[in-house]
Each structure stands twice: as C-alpha cells, then as structure tokens.
C-alpha cells in the first residue's frame, strides 16, 4: 500500500509540461523532445519507486517540479551535446587510433569546411558542361605522386583490399604467408577478410618463416593472386624469414599472376632520418614489382580515412567497373582534405604542412623545451613545482604503423604524494577540454609531441585547475 501511495506522488506529465522551468526547456528544444524524456524519466522513477530504492525523504526531493526539470536538463545536455569531442591528445602516440588517427592540416580542414558548406563539382566537367569522375580531383597529384600508374581511392583501406580480393580473386585461390594473416584494431582478420570477397585463402609457409618456394609451390591453375600484407601492430624476430616484394614480384611475372600488397600505413616519404626504419614508401614497393599496392589515407600520409589502390592501368581499370567501387566511395568532404594533403606532398611541404608528419620530426630537444615551459607556469601558479619533472621517454607512430619504431621524446612528469597519480589522469580526462595523458608506475606522463602548439596554454590552465583542488 505505501508503494501504492508514494506512486501517486509523481507529478503528471500534462502538469509538468506547463511548470515554467519545463516550458522554458520546451521552448528552447522542441515539447516533442521535452515531453518524451519526461516520461522516460518518470518511467525510471516508477520502477525504483516499485523496486523500494526510492523512497522517504529522497522519494520527497525526486518528485518534485524542479527537480525533474533538472534531471531532463541534464539528459538533453548530455544528448544534444557535440561529439565526438576535441581531445588533447597528451599520449605521445600520433596516429592514435582511438583519437581519431591522423588530424588535417588547417588547409585541409578549411577546405572540408568549404566543401560542406556549398555545392561543388564533386562528379561536374565544368569545361565540358557534363558529368565528371570523382577522381579527376586526386588525378593531377596522383599522376605526379605515382608516374605511371594508375590509381582508385575508397572510404578506407579494408574496402580497398576487400575490393582488390572481390574484384580479381573472387573464386579463386589466394596465395598469403601464414606469418601474415594478422588481426588488427576493430577485429578486422585477414582470413575473414578473405572469405567475405569471396576468395579462398591458401595459406603458406609457418608463422615464422615463409620462402619464395612455399609460394611457388602452392601455384596451380586456380591460383588467382599473391597477397602480401603488412602486419600491422606486430613484427617476428628471432628465428624468422619471410619473402619480399621484389623476390614475389618475378614469381608474379614468370607465373603471370597478379601481386597486391597491403602497404596499410600510407608512408609516402623516406622516414629514415627520423629512425623509422621499418616503413617504406609506397613508390619503393611499386619500384620492387607490386602490380597494386594498398594503403591508408589517414595513417602516416596524414590525411582523411581513405583506402588507396595504385598500380597497374589494367588492373585498377577492372576494379573501377566493379560495383563495390561505387559502394565503397569517397564522399566530397574526403576528397577535398585528400586533395589538399596530397598538394603538401607533390609541393615538398610534407613534413612542414602535414601535422602527422611535422609531429613525427619533431625533436626531443624541442619537445622538452615546450615540456619545460608549462612545468615552469604550471609551478608558478600552484606552487608544486616539486611534482613536475621533464624526463626523457619515447613517442610512438601508431595506428598499427612501425611497431618496433619509437621517437626519442621529454615527457612531463607528475608525481603524486601518495604515488598514485591515476585520480589526477581521471579529472583531466573527464574534464573539458579532455586531456588523454598515461599513467605508468605511479606517475602521470604527458608527451608535447602529440599536443598541438596552439593547445599548450590549455594544458597548463587545465593542470593549474586540477593542482590547486
């Protein structure tokens, strides 16, 4: 009976709807929204009002006008508000996966910008007066990035292999090392992969080591491709062999089956000088013989999401007729930040203009200088200088690019008293703008090389902010 009782204390909606905190929240979002999370709330109520975890003077506070009104504020905020969110990417890890990979230049974003905002002659020959390729936009700068090959660009570089494996091995027998059928972020597994293009993988060698005569022999009649992919996020060592490119491509030649390698970083440029040793731009694999090679947009070419295919005219030809093509197409916002990317590279600007790229080339000498001046500020307005310390570290490339490559880095270091700085990374993170950092053996690391010069007097307001608590 007294549930019975404490039920009848929730307020109508039709009452509620005409309160003025609730009409002041209909006018501002619509009575349609306003109206269905009042009674979604009142819903939740109802069944903890039922269940006995709502009751005496917390039943009292719940049912009234206002806070109601509150807590379906609180629910449009929380709705309505913009995501996904700009983060401060404090990790040292500059193709984050997570945070969204590479970030475009401001050229790029403005160019994204105009596209969204206008028409465009996205699929228009304004020469001719009649309907154009999409692709004619990328066709000048790819034609001087890849001479004499051709090309095709998707949303992302699973649709271009899985395009390249529909479109040229669908039914037939794939050749793949079995040191080479990784899994990546997301569950994305070549043999799956494999099986939905409707290709039969045919597996060669063992895990750690695969010689040109383990493909050679699985060459038969029903052979449609070799595939050799990049792995990724992981590398063998030790007692390990696999074949490369050049060895695969004679065999390709000699047995006139085609060659495709997923080159899934997207290095367009030598990173030898920056230690990155165990990536090789795109041109060397085509140089070596790969018939198609390819590669992401948004991982070390520092661009949007987008798969490439470049390589052989005949071959990307066929794939361009396939209608999974057309499934798996650029929209005009991609196109014009991967058009703009690309400028930076044809114009030699790569490492000036590409934030990917620029991040990477960064010193730890400078990285330590910009680490040095928010520690100095930070301490100058908290007075907990002896908290923060500049330590040497490594960054990393991400996104499943050069696993075993790392970039000398300075890292500011927080310590906590009771050492565990883990509820300090939780308030930054939490808070606005988020602040991503790492926690390791107690301490707080925050790495400058991924933070944005722009966004350094934020961080320190924001450690500032949490210090002082």
């Given at each position: ?465 949490e210090l002082r608590r």
């Open positions: 009976m007294q549930r019975t009782s404490d039920l009848k204390r929730l307020p109508a909606v039709s009452r509620l709807v005409q309160s003025r905190p609730v009409a002041a929240l209909i006018r501002r979002h619509g009575h349609e929204l306003v109206r269905d999370l009042l009674r979604e709330h009142l819903d939740r109520l109802r069944r903890q009002i039922a269940a006995g975890e709502l009751t005496g003077r917390d039943l009292q506070q719940a049912v009234t006008v206002s806070a109601i009104s509150r807590a379906v504020a609180a629910e449009i905020d929380g709705l309505l508000a913009p995501s996904p969110r700009q983060v401060v990417n404090a990790t040292g890890v500059v193709v984050h996966t997570n945070l969204g990979r590479s970030i475009l230049s401001p050229e790029a974003a403005g160019r994204v910008a105009a596209a969204a905002s206008s028409y465009v002659d996205l699929e228009y020959d304004l020469a001719e007066g009649r309907r154009g390729s999409r692709m004619d936009h990328l066709e000048p700068l790819m034609r001087r990035l890849f001479p004499g090959h051709s090309f095709l660009v998707v949303n992302n570089n699973a649709a271009a292999i899985m395009l390249c494996l529909q479109g040229l091995g669908r039914g037939r027998e794939v050749i793949v090392s079995r040191g080479e059928l990784v899994e990546i972020g997301g569950s994305f597994r070549v043999p799956d992969i494999l099986v939905a293009s409707g290709a039969k993988l045919r597996e060669v060698g063992t895990t750690n080591r695969t010689r040109l005569a383990d493909y050679r022999k699985a060459l038969t009649a029903r052979t449609g491709l070799l595939l050799k992919v990049h792995t990724s996020n992981f590398r063998i060592v030790g007692f390990a062999e696999e074949t490369g490119v050049a060895s695969l491509a004679e065999l390709s030649r000699t047995s006139g089956v085609p060659l495709v390698v997923d080159w899934g970083s997207g290095d367009l440029v030598d990173l030898g000088p920056l230690e990155i040793r165990d990536e090789r731009p795109v041109r060397e694999i085509l140089d070596a013989g790969a018939d198609l090679v390819t590669f992401s947009g948004d991982k070390l070419l520092g661009g949007p999401q987008a798969g490439f295919i470049v390589g052989d005219r005949d071959l990307v030809a066929r794939l361009r007729e396939n209608p999974l093509a057309r499934v798996c197409r650029l929209d005009r916002l991609m196109i014009a930040a991967l058009r703009e990317t690309l400028t930076a590279y044809v114009r030699g600007r790569a490492f000036q203009d590409v934030p990917t790229l620029r991040m990477l080339a960064a010193t730890a000498k400078e990285i330590g200088q910009r680490a040095e001046r928010v520690r100095r500020a930070v301490a100058r307005q908290t007075g907990q200088g002896s908290l923060m310390h500049v330590v040497a570290g490594v960054s990393r490339t991400g996104g499943g690019s050069s696993p075993t490559g790392e970039r000398p880095t300075r890292l500011l270091a927080i310590d906590w008293p009771d050492g565990d700085a883990a509820p300090l990374e939780r308030c930054l993170r939490l808070g606005t703008p988020p602040i991503v950092g790492r926690v390791q053996e107690g301490r707080l690391l925050l790495d400058l090389r991924t933070v944005l010069p722009a966004q350094d007097e934020m961080l320190i307001e924001r450690l500032v902010a």
